[in-house]
């Protein structure tokens, strides 16, 4: 079954630290890999996505992500975190292509950033 | 990418009544999505509404606890019916890109019921 795993619900860094947050998945075909962000109270803002081609991606806000089929992982990186970062992220995948709206997504990550 | 905004962004309502949640595209788009967000949980799709037929519901959502209107390309509607605490979640509504499958959201309806 396609699924999303996301294994840490809740990771805390100090600001300026570098940031990592994981998300692995299980799908039969090649998939297309997105990082999500929400905000309290907002609804949710794409930071970044994969679909072919260099499997390392940036994205909004000074993300990246690398794609590793042989994991089958696609984690999310930062090199410094700024307090503005705390949300929480939830990676997703899907078939892509057309108007695809079935994405599925991980129970997300909620980071807290501290002083 | 879209720009999309729902109405009510929130509301708090009475157990056993009926709530109906808009949403508007600035462009035209062939599907509109609508998920369910549960407290501390994903995000699932509760249905695909197509313009000028009937949406169609995933696994676990049925037409009579969830009826989707889409009058046109722009706008859809969404109504909880006959709700209950469980229903209390953000309901959110989403359009995708073209080529990619990627999801624009809007900021969502977060629902409390009593």
């Known amino acids: 079954a396609q699924s999303v795993t996301q294994p840490d619900i809740h990771i805390t860094v100090s600001e300026g630290a570098s940031l990592e947050l994981r998300c692995n998945y299980s799908y039969g075909a090649t998939p297309y890999l997105f990082w999500y962000v929400q905000s309290p109270g907002q609804g949710l803002q794409l930071l970044l996505k994969?679909?072919?081609?260099?499997?390392l991606v940036q994205g909004i806000k000074g993300f990246e992500a690398e794609f590793k089929r042989s994991q089958s992982s696609f984690n999310l990186r930062k090199p410094s975190v700024h307090w503005s970062d705390a949300a929480e992220y939830f990676c997703a995948v899907g078939a892509g292509g057309g108007s695809q709206g079935n994405l599925i997504f991980g129970k997300g990550t909620k980071l807290s950033v501290k002083p | 990418s879209a720009v999309i905004s729902q109405k009510p962004s929130r509301d708090i309502c009475q157990r056993g009544t009926s709530l109906t949640i808009q949403c508007q595209v600035d462009s035209q788009v062939t599907m509109m999505f609508w998920y369910r967000q549960q407290p501390g949980q994903s995000l699932t799709l509760i249905a695909t509404?197509?313009?000028?037929?009937?949406?169609?519901?995933e696994s676990g959502f049925v037409i009579d606890k969830f009826p989707i209107s889409r009058p046109n390309l722009t706008f859809s509607t969404l109504t909880v019916s006959n709700m209950s605490p469980e229903d209390s979640s953000i309901y959110l509504c989403s359009v995708a890109s073209s080529g990619t499958g990627e999801l624009f959201f809007g900021e969502g309806s977060r629902l409390t019921v009593l």
């Open positions: 509404a197509n313009q000028g037929s009937e949406a169609t519901y």
């Open positions: 994969y679909f072919s081609g260099d499997t």
